[in-house]
């Protein structure tokens, strides 16, 4: 454990460095981050300008779920996006052959060996937006606690998906479309779940599971969800991580190298 996380210390320092030598793609960033929340706030304002509300959701509790969404959305492009993407350009130009070779963990080289800052604005703003909307429904710091456990699972869901997805690219090698499909699909998580139709919604929680990654750390929040859905997170989180361990090893068994 010592040594992957001296590893990780080199990978990031490194990757922060060069990234840093771009200074002003941080304000780029912010700029964009920025835009799309405001984005986001007037598709949701849209809903509501009416006095019509999602059932059992007003708008500062709406406001929740968009605020964790746009955290999630800034982890996702400081840690997910600069690693899962190149999945696919490691096999492409058989540099992933390196990657095999090297005395570490390769799905742990390839899920952290760099990091992006350029999602630290989503985390800013998001923390932000979840503070104001807090902050009008009296929540305190106990009540945000609740929301960890759900969250770091979500995040655990969303990585193994992800990470599932590039490992196809061993078979496929181009599946460019079938990340952005998926991060497509994601993008339902800004909403309540009941904002969709019941079909949808089964979708959303069963199949490609959206509600665990937004509504259910909402709910956590607002003191409405139970232990069994905590439990659920939990199970589904660890189960989909070692299913991505799984398949990972499978994917391997079936990598010719670029040389073969």
């Known amino acids: 454990m010592e040594r992957y996380l001296q590893t990780l210390k080199l990978f990031w320092s490194a990757a922060i460095a060069a990234e840093l030598e771009y200074r002003f793609n941080f304000i780029i960033a912010a700029i964009s981050s920025i835009g799309s929340l405001f984005g986001s706030l007037f ?3 849209l809903f509501y300008r009416t006095g019509y509300k999602f059932e ?8 929740i779920i968009l605020a964790i969404f746009t955290i999630l959305q800034g982890l996702s492009a400081i840690f997910l996006i600069p690693n899962l993407n190149r999945i696919v350009e490691q096999v492409q130009q058989g540099t992933l052959d390196f990657v095999l070779l090297k005395p570490i963990s390769s799905q742990f080289w390839l899920s952290t060996r760099t990091v992006s800052p350029w999602g630290i604005p989503d985390v800013i703003f998001g923390g932000l937006l979840l503070g104001y909307a807090g902050s009008k429904l009296g929540l305190g710091f106990v009540d945000y606690l609740f929301s960890i456990v759900p969250l770091v699972c979500g995040i655990i869901i969303l990585y193994s998906l992800w990470f ?3 490992s196809t690219s061993i078979w496929f090698v181009k599946i460019y479309n079938v990340t952005e499909v998926l991060r497509s699909l994601l993008e339902a998580g800004r909403y309540p779940m009941v904002a969709y139709p019941t079909a949808y919604r089964f979708f959303f929680t ?5 509600a665990f990654l937004t509504t259910v750390p ?17 199970i589904l989180a660890g189960g989909l991580f070692f299913a991505s361990i799984q398949f990972w090893r499978l994917a391997l068994r079936y990598y010719t190298s670029a040389s073969s």
């Open 43 to 45: 598709g949701l304002f």
């Open 56 to 63: 059992g959701w007003n708008w500062e509790e709406a406001l």
């Open 164 to 166: 599932m997805l590039g």
């Open 206 to 210: 069963f199949l490609v599971p959206v």
């Open 218 to 234: 909402a709910q956590a929040i607002l003191g409405r969800v139970g232990g069994s859905w905590i439990l659920g997170s939990l």
